[in-house]
């Protein structure tokens, strides 16, 4: 793992001009030109990189006031818009289409001086958890080529995990980001719900969707979702509330009191996922933090029968935007298997003679779960767990849409409670031939990404 001081010089050299923004997308353009072959992680490069990155080096050299991501290189998942690259959301459906506009993410970081150099490969429409899903083929995980990277932000973990860039943006509906983080060995957060704009951001769940950053130490997420987050007349779900400098909350500021949760124990598939949360409750133990085991309660059981209902309609209701006449292609003609499921299992589900009976049922139990986790941060300051209940399976190995569904059983359920949660790299697992890595994921309380950085600190070489 990269760490933080080393990326916050590297900042500093670009500020400084002591590597200059066309030898920084460069140095990525050579190893995405090395390595993406083998990978499949972009979808489309950004032609107008090397001419931007000079044009930064230019407002340098004139001592121009320079913004707080000058230089640096980004990757964006294909579901996410940016004037003049395509937005896939790797699928057949959107093939013809380029974005005429920026996303109010997209925007903010180029405001601050970013180069966008890529747009990525991922789960078709965001709807996976492995990466398999995409149209365009898929991507592989550069820590370990014989297993899924994850998903469906596949494309932006495995550019992290390759070093394809700076920092990528994903998206995360029920665990995008996180899942594929921790696969790929990497950081990721998903912010809370409301505290970046969605504008630009093809839906998948528009209730649950959310952009946060993917990259290879803290500090980089830090810095990213200070500029991202915050109020935009674009999206009316946005929170006003002002976004702190995360930047400056990536020490432990206390002693934390740590929920683990009873009713995750009895879920984790895999006994080397059981043995790393177990010794780094304890390892979080003896650094004088407590580990107090706290419940859910029994609606917590129903997070993914919840989530599933919520997203199928959300996704159904979002497509039917795609029926040819604006973007070329009727999505149902275009589409692969699991899209094609979300949609008509939103059709059936949003039918009037059930009179929203599933999705209002499902919009209550998220509405419980959503209680549970406000009770529990009355207790604790935080909540730690694994990210996935299994490992990461090797390509080819069949499973049903229920398995499948059942690797986000740790990342649904802040989703549903539109609380914000991270991943850092904790372990290596060996498997086979495979080092297989393991990350820890910490949820902190709507809002409360400051306690979020500083616990996910914690896990940060120094
Ligand atoms: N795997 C989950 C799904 O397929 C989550 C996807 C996501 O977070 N975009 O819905």
Request: charged residues 25%; negative net charge.
């Amino acid at each position: 793992m990269v760490n933080s001081s080393n990326f916050r010089e590297k900042c500093l050299d670009l500020q400084r001009g002591k590597l200059s923004c066309e030898e920084n997308v460069r140095y990525f353009l050579s190893n995405l030109e090395k390595s993406n072959e083998k990978y499949n992680i972009v979808l489309e490069l950004n032609k107008a990189a090397v001419d931007r990155a000079k044009t930064l080096d230019k407002k340098r050299a004139a001592k121009e006031k320079l913004g707080h991501l000058f230089g640096l290189v980004i990757c964006i998942k294909s579901n996410i818009t940016a004037i003049g690259l395509g937005a896939t959301c790797a699928s057949k459906t959107l093939e013809n289409f380029t974005s005429s506009y920026n996303a109010d993410c997209v925007q903010k970081l180029l405001d601050e001086d970013a180069i966008i150099i890529a747009s990525l490969n991922c789960d078709e429409f965001a709807s996976g958890s492995g990466g398999e899903n995409s149209a365009y083929g898929k991507t592989l995980n550069p820590k370990c080529p014989d297993r899924i990277p994850g998903g469906s932000s596949s494309g932006p973990a495995a550019a992290i995990a390759a070093d394809f860039c700076d920092i990528a943006l994903g998206t995360d509906t029920g665990g995008s980001i996180r899942n594929p983080a921790s696969h790929c060995g990497i950081v990721g957060i998903k912010p809370s719900y409301g505290r970046v704009s969605r504008h630009g951001l093809i839906d998948l769940a528009m209730s649950l969707d959310q952009v946060g950053p993917l990259t290879d130490n803290l500090y980089a997420s830090a810095l990213l979702l200070s500029v991202i987050a915050g109020p935009s007349p674009n999206d009316a779900t946005t929170l006003p509330d002002k976004v702190p400098d995360y930047t400056e909350h990536l020490s432990a500021k206390k002693n934390f009191v740590i929920g683990r949760v009873k009713e995750f124990d009895e879920l984790i598939h895999d006994k080397e996922i059981k043995s790393m949360f177990e010794s780094t409750c304890k390892e979080l133990k003896e650094k004088g933090h407590t580990i107090q085991e706290v419940s859910l309660g029994e609606s917590i059981k129903l997070a993914i029968q919840a989530y599933y209902p919520l997203v199928y309609t959300e996704f159904f209701s979002g497509t039917r935007k795609f029926d040819s006449i604006k973007y070329g292609k009727v999505i149902e003609d275009t589409t692969g298997n699991e899209a094609l499921r979300r949609i008509l299992g939103g059709k059936e589900i949003s039918r009037s003679e059930y009179d929203g009976a599933y999705y209002k049922k499902a919009l209550a139990t998220k509405e419980l779960i959503s209680q549970a986790f406000d009770k529990v941060f009355t207790q604790v300051d935080c909540i730690i767990s694994p990210v996935t209940p299994k490992l990461p399976h090797i390509f080819g190995t069949k499973l049903t849409p229920e398995e499948e569904y059942a690797y986000d059983a740790f990342t649904i359920p802040a989703n549903l409670a539109g609380i914000c949660a991270g991943v850092v790299p904790k372990e290596k697992v060996k498997l086979e031939n495979d080092e297989v890595p393991l990350g820890i994921q910490v949820m902190a309380n709507k809002l409360k990404e400051d306690i979020l950085f500083e616990v996910l600190s914690l896990f940060e070489e120094k």
